[in-house]
């Protein structure tokens, strides 16, 4: 989302992040004036009602990143009453694995709201089919899009210098093999199984080194159990959710 928000700067549009939480963020990051005239501005809030509030007529597009949250209930609301046309991008909440945990609140909440904050929306961005096949299997009426996540290609600039840097960073000799995990740490992602499967490949080659990159979602007390071992050695590296160069 805050790349998006980023890219749509850069490109001379004024973006505003409504959230209630900016915690791992830099300030930085959250806030800019892109050379082609565009602004990037952020608003954190608690109060559903104030972050509501941000929205009025002048407002070209919403896009929410959640269907579950509190916020897009109350904005989606305003969307509506301003006459703002809204998009809302499911970031997998609807697909047939995500509806099966918890399931029977989102069905719920689903029959109360949900159905109708979708079907209200101009469009739901999709970034891939399953999540297509998501919807098929709900029955969500509505018009939607497909559009893959983008990688933003100011962050490739200068790479080259930044060669070792990462080995350095996290103690390793130069020939070290590094696995990278890029996701959140939630069991969704699999990273159990990559675990189980680290464990046995690391006994083959003592240069094979694993890197977790990401927030944690539940998952990282269990991997710090499993991999207690290796991780003592310094050959697992928790490094959190990387930004910038580090990226």
Not at 123 to 147: I, K, V
Request: charge should be positive.
């Amino acid at each position: 989302a805050l790349g998006l928000c980023q890219a749509l700067a850069r490109r001379g549009h004024e973006v505003t992040i409504l959230t209630r939480y900016l915690a791992g963020f830099d300030e930085s990051d959250t806030a800019m004036s892109g050379a082609s005239g565009g602004t990037l501005r952020t608003v954190v809030a608690p109060s559903l009602r104030a972050l509501a509030s941000e929205v009025d007529s002048s407002a070209d597009l919403v896009q929410f990143h959640s269907v579950w949250q509190p916020l897009t209930a109350w904005v989606s609301a305003r969307c509506i009453r301003e006459g703002v046309p809204y998009v809302i991008a499911p970031r997998g909440e609807l697909d047939v694995w995500s509806m099966h945990q918890k399931s029977l609140k989102k069905f719920v909440y689903l029959g109360l709201l949900g159905r109708r904050i979708i079907a209200r929306a101009g469009a739901l961005h999709l970034p891939n089919e399953p999540e297509r096949q998501g919807l098929s299997t709900l029955r969500l009426t509505g018009n939607y899009f497909l559009c893959p996540n983008g990688a933003d290609p100011y962050e490739w600039q200068g790479v080259e210098s930044l060669r070792g840097v990462f080995r350095k960073w996290l103690g390793m000799e130069e020939d070290a093999i590094m696995l990278f995990f890029f996701s959140r740490l939630h069991h969704k992602k699999g990273v159990h199984l990559l675990a189980s499967a680290f464990e046995r490949a690391a006994q083959r080659d003592p240069r094979l080194h694993l890197v977790l990159a990401g927030p944690d979602y539940g998952e990282e007390a269990a991997l710090r159990n499993k991999l207690g071992m290796l991780t003592a050695r310094g050959r697992v590296h928790f490094v959190g959710m990387l930004d910038g160069a580090r990226r």
